[in-house]
């Protein structure tokens, strides 16, 4: 405080003279630069660092824990082995019956006699490129037909896309496909008001299982066989969540980065919350729940717009685990232009921290729940990856870095903090995506980019502001190099009738790279000992290339 005291009185002293001098103000910007800004730029250097170690210490524990079930596989197997070379050879009857029990509840979804009555649900909105993929691929599940109900959940407000949807169930019902189609008058709760109606219907209360696909998902024939022998083996298992495979991961720039980044969270996240808290958020798509614990857990609630993520964490909190199958995928497209990138973005990045506002009270009270197992759901799942990843990337990289070029020096950054704990954070991502290393260097500054929506949208969903319950469908294009087909197929039509391709230009990011620039020339000029310019020249290009709409596919301009 007496620091901003002088600060002040130096800013007054100065304001108040009958004629300031560039002296005095060189003199009063001093004294607020040295008792003001630089204090205040080092507390956010600290708080980045300490949050920056956070990060860092949850991602090494969960690649170590990756690590250790990467080799108690390997030796499983090569158990089992060993136990299959035993028997070919005859010589141990007891090591082949111990083979036969383990591979017993595997085949035990194979046999039609005992399979269970399975509910699909596909909720769709509008979805006029891909509703034939997902129901074609929902109505070819290798399941006995008097088992299995497919259930399409219509929310379109276009009556052509829903007239078109429905009779493509007509048509598969023809064929002898249990398939029913619901169409609701409003949008009331969204996904999950479609799919809490859904399990309302009279058909739906006799299933036992919920399989749950978004309208761009393509299951393969095997996948309920598969899926559904852990539901079977241990009742206390409510779900069973598949991995995304990418049909267009290879289209665009914008594509091969959320390969990177989803692939991390699948083969990492998802697989180290499976094995050691039976804990991990539900994708909303993919998965197989038990409707016993989906009815448990209160069923689908529309607080929040991650409505999948909330009844995973009210069905822990009542006791039910989770089970995630790495080898099991399911194909699916990712969004190709940057605005349907950036609204998923919002919604994955506000709903979660919306979420971990209101849920944190439920789960301190929890009685059901170990406090090993509340304090990753409250640090490391909600705190750390949800609001601390997207905070520190922005506030450092875009924030402060560029602010102590500015203040040319007098700010203490840790070389851990800015090169070594960043890095590492880098190599621990990167590695699930091998073939995608060449593309390291702008994934880093892609994402840093993109944390500034990032951080936006966390923060609007911690307090609960405006956009906190906006909810945007993702724009689909149907399969891989659908961008680049449709472009081939308006050459084969009159010129006239051709659509004119566009690229969009986003004006946050230019800003961005504007700033950025700024600092980086600065630095050169009258600093430049740490060479930070070097950082800021690759970001400022970064956010340039986003912002002059580089980075995802072209779309077709509105007509005028």
Same mark, same amino acid.
């Given at each position: 405080m007496r620091r901003l005291g002088s600060a002040a009185a130096a800013v007054a002293a100065a304001a108040g003279s009958p004629a300031t001098s560039p002296s005095a103000l060189r003199a009063a910007w001093r004294a607020v630069r040295g008792h003001v800004v630089v204090p205040v730029l080092q507390l956010a250097v600290y708080v980045c660092a300490a949050m920056s170690l956070?990060?860092?210490?949850?991602?090494?524990?969960?690649?170590?824990?990756?690590?250790?079930l990467w080799l108690h596989r390997r030796r499983r197997n090569k158990r089992r082995q060993h136990r299959r070379r035993l028997l070919a050879g005859g010589e141990d009857d007891d090591a082949w019956q111990r083979v036969q029990d383990e591979d017993e509840d595997l085949e035990a979804a194979?046999?039609?006699?005992?399979?269970?009555?399975?509910?699909?649900?596909?909720?769709? @909105?509008?979805? /006029?490129?891909?509703?034939? %993929?997902?129901?074609?691929?929902?109505?070819? *599940?290798?399941?006995?037909?008097d088992r299995l109900v497919i259930q399409v959940l219509d929310d379109s407000t276009d009556p052509v896309i829903r007239e078109l949807v429905e009779v493509e169930c007509a048509r598969w019902a023809r064929k002898g496909v249990c398939i029913r189609y619901e169409n609701r008058s409003n949008r009331s709760g969204y996904k999950a008001g479609a799919m809490r109606e859904g399990l309302r219907k009279p058909y739906a209360r006799c299933c036992e299982f919920v399989a749950i696909?978004?309208?761009?998902?393509?299951?393969?024939?095997? @996948?309920?066989? /598969?899926?559904?022998?852990? %539901?079977?083996?241990?009742?206390?298992?409510? *779900?069973?969540?598949a991995r995304w495979r990418f049909v267009n991961a290879g289209d665009c720039l914008l594509t091969r980065i959320q390969e990177m980044s989803l692939n991390y969270h699948f083969a990492v996240e998802q697989e180290a919350g499976s094995a050691c808290h039976a804990f991990f958020g539900f994708n909303g798509t993919a998965g197989v729940w038990r409707a016993a614990a989906l009815a448990d857990a209160g069923g689908w609630k529309e607080r929040t717009t991650v409505e999948d993520m909330d009844l995973a964490v009210r069905a822990s909190l009542r006791g039910w685990r989770f089970v995630y199958v790495g080898d099991l995928g399911v194909r699916n497209e990712l969004p190709s232009t940057f605005k349907a990138y950036r609204y998923q973005q919002h919604r994955w990045s506000c709903g979660p921290?919306?979420?971990?506002?209101?849920?944190?009270?439920?789960i301190l009270r929890s009685e059901r729940v170990s406090p090993w197992k509340k304090l990753h759901i409250l640090y490391a799942f909600f705190l750390v990856r949800k609001v601390v990843a997207h905070l520190v990337t922005f506030l450092f990289y875009c924030v402060v870095i560029p602010a102590c070029v500015l203040v040319q020096g007098d700010v203490h950054l840790p070389r851990y903090v800015a090169m070594y704990v960043p890095a590492a954070i880098t190599v621990l991502n990167a590695v699930c995506t091998p073939r995608s290393g060449h593309l390291l260097v702008f994934w880093i500054l892609f994402e840093n980019v993109m944390s500034m929506h990032r951080s936006k949208a966390a923060i609007i969903g911690l307090l609960e502001a405006s956009r906190a319950n906006e909810w945007v469908v993702t724009d689909k294009l149907g399969s891989g190099k659908a961008t680049t087909a449709a472009a081939v197929a308006t050459k084969k039509?009159?010129?006239?009738?051709?659509?004119?391709?566009?690229?969009?230009v986003h004006v946050l990011e230019l800003v961005l790279g504007a700033c950025l620039l700024y600092c980086a020339v600065y630095d050169i000029v009258f600093f430049g000992q740490d060479h930070f310019y070097m950082y800021l020249l690759l970001q400022s290009a970064a956010a340039f290339i986003v912002g002059f709409g580089y980075v995802g596919a072209s779309v077709p301009a509105a007509p005028s």
């Open positions: 956070m990060l860092f210490l949850e991602r090494l524990y969960m690649a170590a824990v990756v690590a250790g194979g046999d039609d006699h005992r399979c269970p009555l399975v509910l699909v649900q596909i909720p769709m @909105f509008n979805e /006029r490129q891909v509703y034939r %993929l997902s129901i074609g691929a929902a109505c070819g *599940l290798s399941w006995p037909s696909f978004d309208a761009d998902f393509q299951p393969d024939a095997d @996948f309920l066989r /598969r899926a559904l022998p852990p %539901l079977l083996r241990d009742p206390g298992v409510a *779900l069973v969540q921290a919306n979420l971990f506002r209101k849920v944190t009270p439920e039509t009159k010129k006239k009738q051709q659509p004119v391709w566009t690229r969009e």
